[in-house]
C-alpha cells in the first residue's frame, strides 16, 4: 500500500475525504446500537475501532511524520444511563428520553441532518422509551484513544 504524505492544508474534517479502505465484521450490532439501528438502519456507527485507526495510520504515513506522534494507550468507557424505578412504572420522563437520545446521537457520531429529521416525529421518542424500558436504562461502551504530536 502506497504511504501517503500529510497535506500542507490539513484540517480537522479532512479525513472525510479518504475512502474507506477497510470495514470490520460487527456481530449482532443491533445488540450495541439498537436505537440508532431502528432509526437508520443503513447506519454504521463505529466503523474503525482505534487498533483499526493506529494500524492504518501507521502503515501510510511517512516515517518522518510517525516520529512527531505519539500514541496513547486507549481506554474503554461504560456510560450507564439508568432510569429511576418511578420512571420506569409511571412512563418515562421526558428528561431520560432527552438524555438518552443526546447520548446514543453522540456517542454514535449521528450526522446533524438526520438527527434533525427524526426529531421532527415522536417516532424516535417511541423508540427511546421501548428499550429503556426493555432494558431498565441504557448503556453504550465507548472507546477513548489519543494521538498526541510530540
Not at 436504562?137 to 494521538?147: A, K, M, Q
Request: hydrophobic share 35%; aromatic share 12%; proline share 3%.
Amino acid at each position: 500500500m502506497e504511504k501517503r504524505k500529510l497535506k500542507e492544508n490539513w484540517n480537522l474534517n479532512s479525513w472525510k475525504n479518504f475512502e474507506i479502505l477497510q470495514q470490520p465484521n460487527w456481530p449482532h450490532i443491533s445488540q450495541y446500537n439498537q436505537i440508532i439501528q431502528k432509526l437508520w438502519p443503513e447506519e454504521n456507527p463505529f466503523s474503525s475501532l482505534s487498533k483499526d485507526i493506529i494500524k492504518y495510520i501507521k502503515s501510510n504515513l511517512d516515517e518522518y511524520f510517525l516520529k512527531q506522534l505519539s500514541f496513547k494507550k486507549k481506554q474503554q468507557i461504560r456510560c450507564n444511563l439508568r432510569a429511576l424505578p418511578n420512571e420506569i412504572k409511571g412512563g418515562i420522563s421526558t428528561s431520560i428520553i432527552f438524555s438518552a437520545w443526546n447520548v446514543a446521537v453522540y456517542v454514535n457520531q449521528i450526522d446533524e441532518t438526520k438527527i434533525l429529521r427524526a426529531q421532527k416525529s415522536v417516532h424516535y421518542e417511541n423508540i427511546i422509551s421501548e428499550i429503556i424500558n426493555r432494558y431498565k436504562g441504557l448503556y453504550f461502551n465507548n472507546e477513548l484513544f489519543v494521538i498526541e504530536k510530540k
